[in-house]
């Protein structure tokens, strides 16, 4: 019989994090692997080893020497935790490097960044005309360093120029839909996303829609079924024939399927709101400074919300990743999210 191949993942019980996992559990080769994932919570991580077969172990981002041990003992890594969690990651790679140097094989590393490394500073007021291709390297390679997620993701980068591992990194857009697979039933995983959330509980705590500066900067967005399965995408075709996947600085897959502007969300939250009858009326008004402090955590933050983001994920389609949702279906998810914002406050 074939060893099983060792997998290990972080962030496992976040909305992104279960989502993959939920994936992998359902993958057809699932009885071929076995699947360690970290976890901070004892019942969710009894429910895990009992109900899905799933190694859970109990620990946190914090404890790096247990990080590095763990990863040093997968060969396939799913990183979809804190996108800029600079301990972190260097506990992830000195895993790798340490799997690498003892069995002389080549560890895979499958990282979460976010599309968030484009965010301009448009702060609402207008709509980028540059759109950023993750074919074209020579554009990812001009990203500045101080961009959100860069210097993590430039680590990862540098770990696989050094020739330890194998890196893929993804870059999730606007992720949306309220997840419903087995381990949210459960209780294991997040089921809400963070973006439109947002807004959604920002405008109904002001009792109107809000949107930042005029709305009128873009992003894209990509469903979490979808997103979910460009990881398995990714996954499949490193694992068929390494050789034939790019990595490193060819490695990089934006995760998207259609682009809104943020007014767009607004104005579905402000017609969700009013159909509610959570607001008299459902034309969205600008966040103001003060607003974007209370409700963003800070200022800076808040101007994010109207930042523009343009990207097309040419290379998750060129290995066969079809997303089937479009940006008409996240606008018509936003009203479950008011829903159930307006319900669990």
Known sequence: MSQKTPIFCTGATGYIGGAVLARLLNHPNRD????????????????????????????????????????????????????????????????????????????ILIHTSGAGVLADNARGEY???????????????????????????????????????RCQIILPST??????????????ANPRSIQIPTIVRASLSRG?????????????????????????????????????????????YF????????????????????????????EPTSFTVEELKKYFEYEEMGWYFGSNVRARGDRGRELGWAPKRTTQDMLASIKPEVAMSAKKP
């Open 32 to 107: 071929n692997f076995q699947i360690t994932a970290l976890v901070r919570n004892p019942e969710k991580a009894r429910i895990l080893n009992t109900r899905f077969g799933v190694n859970a172990v109990l620990g946190s981002h914090h404890e790096r020497d247990k990080i590095e041990r763990l990863v040093e003992d997968n060969h396939v890594i799913f990183h979809v935790a804190d996108a800029d969690d600079h301990e972190l990651i260097k506990a992830v790679l000195k895993g790798l490097k340490n799997r690498h140097a003892k069995l002389g094989v080549m560890p």
């Open 127 to 165: 709509p980028s005309k540059t759109i950023y291709s993750d074919l074209d390297v020579r554009q990812l390679k001009d990203i500045p360093e101080t961009a959100f997620h860069r210097t993590v993701d430039l680590r990862v980068v540098d770990a696989d120029e050094r020739g330890y591992a």
């Open 175 to 188: 992720v949306y839909g309220i997840a419903k697979h087995a381990l949210v039933e459960a209780g294991v």
């Open 208 to 252: 109107r829609a809000g949107v930042v500066g005029k709305g009128l900067s873009m992003w894209p967005s990509v469903h979490t079924t979808d997103l979910a399965e460009l990881y398995m995408v990714v996954f499949d075709n490193v694992m068929e024939n390494p050789n034939k996947v790019g990595h490193g600085w060819q490695g990089f």
């Open 255 to 282: 995760a998207e399927n259609g682009e809104h502007r943020w007014l767009d969300i607004s104005n579905s939250v402000g017609q969700a709101m009013f159909e509610l009858q959570l607001t008299e009326n459902p």
